[in-house]
């Protein structure tokens, strides 16, 4: 392997340029050319391909989003796209896929690998935190801080006003995000995919929580296209026509602004980690960090959706929020 390709796909992450960074320093540190792809697997099937020095990454560890643009392939989803994709790779000399990126495309990446026999090497890449392996992945962190900057400023209106917020944040099918800010922001609780959380025990805890000395609340609700934050509010509403209830949609906010200095150190550690996997010989694998150390995780197990939460959190929140 002589040339190492790198892209990033999926919904972007802050941190993902530091990702970028790592690579190609790393990967120009150790006598690899390297090669930007551009717009995710879109760019690869469409030769959006361009060589990378170490002034293309300059600058950028700080800056959120990705230089290298992100999509996500509809055409890498068939067998023709991916034949593409491989010629592409072959006539442009790249031995080695750096797939920056979350579950969707570490999962293309995996097929991929196995299809053409290529090696491909994964960095987790999604604020969703939700895949297997790794402690965290690039711009979960930055994403939670933003969730909890925004949810002391909603703390601030909601007190002044005794209003009930149902504040909806991203994270898929995954509660990390929301389970983690509602302690961290100091919310009076959190609807989380992974936990049942039916309307009544909501209207219970509702009546529980203002009728003690709290006269507003804060609750943090998962992004969900059946039950979000919308339609907890509307049930409340509903149940307790007394209550003055707001939503807040945080929306993609989420995913913009400058990594903390936590996704960086990830972003850079992985990086550095995915060219030694390469040098090792290891492929079809994601760059993840457990326990502080870097582990190489076979895509298979990456991208298993059942990463678990730490239900012990549920009593941390619900004791904390009396
Ligand atoms: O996977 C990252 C993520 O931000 C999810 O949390 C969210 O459900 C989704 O992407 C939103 O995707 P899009 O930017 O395509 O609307």
Same mark, same amino acid.
């Given at each position: 392997?002589?040339?190492?390709?790198?892209?990033t796909?999926?919904?972007?992450? /802050?941190?993902?340029?530091?990702?970028?960074?790592?690579?190609?320093?790393?990967? !120009?540190?150790?006598?690899?050319?390297? @090669?930007?792809?551009?717009?995710?697997?879109?760019?690869?099937?469409?030769n959006?391909?361009?060589?990378?020095?170490?002034?293309?990454?300059?600058g950028i &560890?700080?800056?959120?989003?990705?230089?290298? @643009?992100?999509?996500? +392939?509809?055409?890498?989803?068939? /067998?023709?796209?991916?034949?593409?994709?491989?010629?592409? #790779?072959?006539?442009?000399? !790249?031995?080695?896929?750096?797939?920056?990126?979350?579950?969707?495309?570490?999962?293309?990446?995996?097929?991929?690998?196995?299809?053409?026999?290529f090696?491909?090497?994964?960095?987790?890449?999604?604020?969703?935190?939700?895949?297997y392996?790794?402690?965290?992945?690039?711009?979960y962190?930055?994403t939670?801080?933003?969730?909890?900057?925004?949810?002391?400023? =909603?703390?601030?209106?909601?007190?002044?006003?005794e209003?009930?917020?149902?504040?909806?944040?991203?994270g898929?099918?995954?509660?990390?995000?929301?389970?983690? $800010?509602?302690?961290?922001?100091?919310?009076?609780?959190?609807?989380?995919?992974?936990? $049942?959380?039916?309307?009544?025990?909501?209207?219970?805890?509702?009546?529980?929580?203002?009728?003690?000395?709290?006269?507003?609340?804060?609750? &943090?609700? +998962?992004?969900?296209?059946?039950?979000? %934050?919308?339609?907890?509010?509307?049930?409340?509403?509903?149940?307790? /026509?007394?209550y003055?209830?707001?939503?807040?949609?945080?929306?993609? #906010?989420?995913?913009?602004?400058? /990594?903390?200095?936590?996704?960086?150190?990830? %972003? $850079?550690r992985?990086? *550095?980690?995915? *060219?030694?996997? =390469?040098?090792?010989?290891?492929?079809?694998?994601?760059?993840?960090?457990?326990?502080?150390?870097?582990?190489?995780?076979?895509?298979s197990?990456?991208?298993?959706?059942?990463?678990? #939460?730490?239900?012990?959190?549920?009593?941390?929140?619900?004791?904390? +929020?009396i």
């Open positions: 392997i002589k040339t190492i390709g790198i892209l796909s999926g919904g972007d992450a /802050p941190g993902m340029n530091a990702a970028i960074r790592a690579v190609t320093r790393s990967g !120009i540190c150790n006598g690899f050319e390297v @090669k930007g792809i551009y717009r995710g697997f879109d760019g690869l099937i469409n959006e391909i361009r060589p990378f020095t170490t002034e293309n990454v300059s &560890i700080m800056q959120g989003g990705t230089i290298l @643009k992100s999509a996500r +392939s509809k055409g890498f989803m068939t /067998p023709e796209g991916r034949q593409k994709a491989y010629e592409n #790779l072959r006539n442009e000399g !790249i031995g080695a896929l750096v797939v920056i990126g979350g579950n969707g495309s570490l999962s293309g990446a995996r097929i991929f690998a196995e299809e053409f026999d090696c491909c090497v994964g960095l987790p890449g999604t604020i969703d935190n939700d895949l392996g790794t402690d965290s992945t690039i711009g962190d930055t939670m801080n933003t969730i909890v900057e925004c949810v002391d400023r =909603i703390r601030d209106t909601a007190q002044s006003h209003r009930i917020f149902f504040v909806e944040v991203m898929r099918d995954a509660g990390f995000l929301a389970q983690n $800010s509602a302690i961290a922001s100091g919310a009076e609780a959190a609807i989380i995919p992974e936990d $049942s959380t039916d309307v009544d025990q909501l209207a219970r805890f509702m009546e529980r929580g203002i009728r003690k000395s709290k006269k507003s609340c804060i609750v &943090i609700v +998962s992004e969900s296209p059946k039950c979000g %934050a919308l339609y907890y509010a509307e049930r409340v509403r509903k149940e307790f /026509p007394n003055d209830v707001r939503v807040s949609i945080l929306g993609h #906010l989420q995913r913009g602004g400058r /990594p903390t200095a936590h996704d960086r150190i990830l %972003a $850079s992985t990086g *550095v980690g995915a *060219v030694e996997a =390469i040098m090792q010989g290891q492929r079809n694998i994601m760059v993840g960090i457990r326990n502080n150390e870097i582990v190489y995780v076979p895509f197990d990456a991208i298993r959706t059942d990463k678990p #939460l730490d239900m012990k959190l549920i009593k941390v929140l619900d004791e904390l +929020s």
